[in-house]
């Protein structure tokens, strides 16, 4: 059975602040997503990782798979409070059905 | 590209009743859709595939005479939550994707509902 965890769960950072998120998943997987969701609201894709070592940028954010390691992260650079709101990861094997990590919640204070 | 609507965005409802929440392909043809639920503070949890013009994939633990789905058209999905009670308010997410795109699912706005 797949499964994805990330860490941490919880994350509080001072703007500015650098920080990365870990997706660990357990099996082989086609393709990692990152998504981001506020209060209230669905998912906003971020970023779509499809081979070992890929890497994406967008903005303060930036994304790195490891397929070997079965890892990926989020990293965050100069945190800013418009990034505050919860992170999930999420894989798919061999079907299209997403297996989503844990979500870390993060908090930027100003 | 590649928009998918839900509605209603919320609904409160009595105890015993049927609610009905609709996902629609706006800009593209749907074969396949998935259905989500999502507790308070927890991660997104898969309750169903839907699939156009089939029945549709429960996943373990979902109970599909509850949860009924109906996918009779390529662009269009609907969820019932039949005789509804508190312990099925939730915030219930649908996806698709266009066949054939590296993009991933996009999702729906979700549906907040409150039962009591």
């Known amino acids: 059975e797949l499964k994805v965890e990330q860490n941490p769960l919880f994350l509080s950072m001072q703007e500015g602040k650098n920080y990365t998120i870990y997706c660990n998943y357990s099996?082989?997987?086609?393709?990692l997503y990152w998504y981001r969701q506020d209060p209230g609201k669905s998912l906003e894709s971020l970023f779509v990782?499809?081979?070992?070592?890929a890497v994406k940028q967008e903005g303060r954010l930036m994304a790195s798979l490891d397929t070997k390691a079965r890892l990926s992260t989020l990293h965050i650079t100069a945190a800013v409070h418009d990034l505050s709101a919860t992170y999930f990861c999420a894989v798919t094997s061999g079907t299209y059905k997403y297996i989503f990590g844990t979500g870390t919640r993060l908090k930027v204070l100003a | 590209g590649a928009v998918v609507s839900q509605h209603p965005s919320w609904v409160i409802c009595k105890s015993g009743t049927s609610v009905k929440i609709e996902c629609r392909s706006l800009d593209f043809q749907a074969t396949t859709m998935f259905w989500y639920r999502q507790f308070p503070k927890q991660s997104l949890m898969l309750m169903a595939t839907?699939?156009?013009?089939?029945?549709?994939?429960?996943e373990q633990g979902v109970e599909k005479d509850k949860f009924l789905i109906n996918h009779a058209s390529l662009t269009l999905s609907t969820l019932t939550v039949t005789s509804a009670h508190p312990e099925d308010s939730s915030f219930y997410i649908c996806?698709?994707?266009?066949?054939?795109?590296?993009?991933?699912?996009?999702f729906g706005s979700g549906t907040r509902l409150t039962v009591v």
């Open positions: 990782l499809l081979s070992n070592g």
């Open positions: 996806s698709a994707s266009p066949s054939g795109t590296n993009y991933g699912y996009t």
């Open positions: 839907s699939n156009e013009g089939s029945k549709a994939t429960y």
């Open positions: 099996t082989t997987s086609d393709r």
